[in-house]
């Protein structure tokens, strides 16, 4: 079974303080790891797809990298707009479809 | 270009009453899936259309059910509802069916009562 863990569960943070969040991921075979944002009481926002392993893509002050068993999302800098829930999921070689198996996401809050 | 429409964005039930929840893929989009999101089991995965025809079914009972309409709309219905099916149901369209990349609505708060 597919499984998705991402830690911390909650972090804060000061303006301009960079740090890293962890998804860590145990999947047969690995299609793809996708990066969301999701604010309150709205749907998650796409960010990244990340493939394979060494991979890396970066959005304004977000990086996201890959290895074979975890990914990390770096924030650079961040401002109070960053503030909201971070999700990961996976799809794996073997699903049938676009379906993803999330984690639980880390509440990130950034001080101004 | 129109991203995932969801309607309604809110809704309150009674429970034992029936629910059904409407989902409009981006324009071009013909796959959709379905996600339950509570506080204590986060994003679960309901189920998946693609050209009409279920292609995936997440661990949700029978009660849970949907379908999807030849412009790719998808409606899903929650029958004799529960206390615990008060959750954000989220629908995500994809381009294709085996297109990885799942783009989301704003989600349907349902609340049972």
């Known amino acids: 079974e597919d499984q998705v863990t991402q830690s911390p569960e909650a972090l804060r943070l000061q303006e301009g303080e960079s740090s890293s969040l962890n998804c860590s991921y145990t999947?047969?075979?690995?299609?793809?790891l996708f990066w969301y944002r999701q604010d309150p009481g709205k749907g998650p926002e796409f960010l990244f797809t990340?493939?394979?392993a060494g991979e890396e893509k970066e959005k304004e002050r977000l990086k996201a990298t890959l290895t074979k068993k975890e990914s990390f999302l770096h924030i650079t800098a961040p401002k109070p707009e960053d503030s909201a829930t971070y999700l990961c999921?996976?799809?794996?070689?073997?699903?049938?479809?676009?379906?993803?198996?999330f984690g639980e996401g880390t509440q990130l809050t950034v001080n101004p | 270009k129109a991203g995932v429409t969801q309607t309604p964005r809110y809704l309150i039930k009674t429970r034992g009453q029936q629910v059904t929840l409407s989902c409009s893929p981006i324009?071009?989009?013909?796959?959709v899936s379905w996600y339950q999101q509570t506080p204590g089991q986060g994003l679960q995965f309901l189920f998946e259309?693609?050209?009409?025809?279920?292609?995936n079914k997440g661990n949700f009972p029978g009660r849970f059910s949907g379908r999807q309409f030849s412009n790719s709309r998808s409606e899903m219905n929650v029958s004799t509802l529960e206390l615990g099916d008060s959750a954000l149901y989220l629908c995500?369209?994809?381009?294709?069916?085996?297109?990885?990349?799942?783009?989301f609505g704003q989600g349907t708060r349902l609340t049972v009562v």
């Open positions: 999947v047969s075979g690995l299609r793809g």
């Open positions: 324009s071009g989009h013909r796959s």
């Open positions: 995500a369209s994809s381009l294709r069916f085996m297109n990885t990349e799942a783009f």
């Open positions: 990340l493939y394979s």
């Open positions: 999921a996976v799809q794996a070689v073997e699903t049938s479809g676009s379906r993803l198996t």
């Open positions: 259309y693609f050209s009409e025809t279920q292609r």
